[in-house]
């Protein structure tokens, strides 16, 4: 079945589903992939981009291993336009990949959970930056990214959400988001097209 088939059981999501199709793919370099998540946060995607591609030069303009990460000169780093703390984050990623001896075979085979429950051990990783990297390098359907400002920006336009706290926020947005299993993550690939296009300021 179409994953559109079952989100348009929620009726407030039918005019966002009628443009695009989006189709998950597994991206292999996991390690590299959360490494470019932390270098984009806090940044807008353009000078995110510069900055991942200057990472890039430093290795010749591939994607690099763990070990030659671990091996880089934190001044080369921080001299691309990294500030000392994503330096340190950058790095202790590829550490924890090598020693944990962490493979992309492996993280595909694990359950959203338990790979939130891992990643989140190494300094510099949140949650919200594991479920990007479950949505769009592991491949995952059933991901609610209820952390994620355009998620809830869209959210409280398109059903009308009226909150006092954070956590009322979230557990409405939880409450609606349960009707989307087992398609939480094209719902939010949906949410964020509407939000940056379509959706009323």
Same mark, same amino acid.
């Given at each position: ?65 763990? *070990?030659? =990460?671990? $091996?880089? +000169? ?11 703390? @994503?330096?340190? &984050? ?50 995952? *359907?059933? =991901?609610? $990214?209820? +952390? ?11 059903? @009308?959400?009226? &909150? ?38």
């Amino acid at each position: 079945m179409s994953y559109k088939v079952h989100l348009k059981k929620d009726t407030s999501l039918i005019a966002l589903l009628k443009e695009d199709s989006y189709v998950l793919e597994k991206r292999k370099r996991t390690a590299i992939r959360l490494i470019a998540s932390i270098i984009s946060q806090q940044l807008s995607t353009q000078v995110a981009k510069i900055i991942f591609t200057r990472f890039l030069d430093l290795y010749g303009g591939k994607e690099p291993s763990c *070990e030659k =990460v671990l $091996a880089t +000169d934190p001044i080369q780093l921080k001299s691309i336009g990294l500030s000392n703390n @994503k330096v340190n &984050y950058v790095q202790n990623v590829a550490k924890f990949f090598l020693e944990n001896k962490i493979t992309d075979a492996q993280l595909y085979k694990m359950p959203p959970e338990e790979v939130i429950e891992l990643l989140t051990q190494i300094k510099g990783v949140g949650k919200w930056t594991v479920e990007m990297l479950l949505m769009f390098s592991l491949g995952h *359907e059933d =991901v609610f $990214a209820v +952390d994620d400002l355009g998620i809830q920006q869209a959210m409280i336009k398109l059903y @009308k959400i009226q &909150y006092e706290t954070k956590k009322e926020l979230h557990t409405k947005m939880l409450k609606i988001a349960e009707n989307w299993t087992p398609y939480k993550t094209y719902a939010c690939l949906h949410l964020w097209k509407w939000k940056d296009t379509k959706a009323p300021v």
